[in-house]
Structure formats: structure tokens, C-alpha cells
Nanobody, 123 residues
Framework: QVQLVESGGGSAQPGESLRLSCALSRFTYNSYCMGWFRQAPGKEREAVAYISVSGYVIDYADSVKGRFSVFRDPAKTTMYLQMNNLTPEDTAMYYC????????????????WGQGTQVTVSS
């Protein structure tokens, strides 16, 4: 069974940085697309960042462009979301998701999801 385990969440002050990790195991395909999503209390889950199956397409939500970076290790076993210059509006539960086909922002089509990691930004 495919497993995605997120880590790296926690508390930060505005302007600080956090790096989220998403460790993948038991995925049988050679590659995958990856999305990071987040859900704040009382809000719908929204897209944050995306890498395509090929790795050549990377995209971000407008709200995080220039502050967040998404990447994965060469072995494609761990995915990362580097979050810089955090603001209180970034407070949310963050989820990673993967699929063997390109899904981009189509959350309902991702085959596998992690359990989420909480990020709280406050002064």
C-alpha cells in the first residue's frame, strides 16, 4: 500500500521559514506528479504547489509565488515544500498528494494523499 508521510510542520513567526517533507513508499510507478495542498479552518482545501510527472512543469498558487518552492530528491522518494517569508495567512493543514498521471490542481483525481502536517504562523 502506498504511503505518504508528511513532516516538518510546526509553529513559526511571520517572516520565518519552514520546510515540509513528504516521504513516499511502496509506489510502483517510476515517476509521479506531486501536489501540495492546504486547508485552513473553515475554508476549502486549496492548491499550493505542483510538479508534473516529468518534473518540467512546476507551478504555484498566486498567494505563494516567490515565497514557496517545491522540489523532490533525485530518487523521487521524498518531496519538499520550502516555505519562506511565512505570513499568518499561511496557517493551515498542509497535504501532499501524488498520482502517476498529471493531475495539477484536480484534487479529486489524485490517487494518494498524506495525512497532513499543521503549519501555524503567528507572532
Amino acid at each position: 500500500q502506498v504511503q505518504l508521510v508528511e513532516s516538518g510542520g510546526g509553529s513559526a513567526q511571520p517572516g520565518e521559514s519552514l520546510r515540509l517533507s513528504c516521504a513516499l513508499s511502496r509506489f510502483t510507478y517510476n515517476s509521479y506528479c506531486m501536489g501540495w495542498f492546504r486547508q485552513a479552518p473553515g475554508k476549502e482545501r486549496e492548491a499550493v504547489a505542483y510538479i508534473s510527472v516529468s518534473g518540467y512543469v512546476i507551478d504555484y498558487a498566486d498567494s505563494v509565488k516567490g515565497r514557496f518552492s517545491v522540489f523532490r530528491d533525485p530518487a523521487k522518494t521524498t518531496m519538499y515544500l520550502q516555505m519562506n517569508n511565512l505570513t499568518p495567512e499561511d496557517t493551515a493543514m498542509y497535504y501532499c498528494a501524488i498520482d502517476h498521471l498529471d493531475r495539477k490542481w484536480s484534487q479529486g483525481n489524485y490517487g494518494y494523499w498524506g495525512q497532513g502536517t499543521q503549519v501555524t504562523v503567528s507572532s
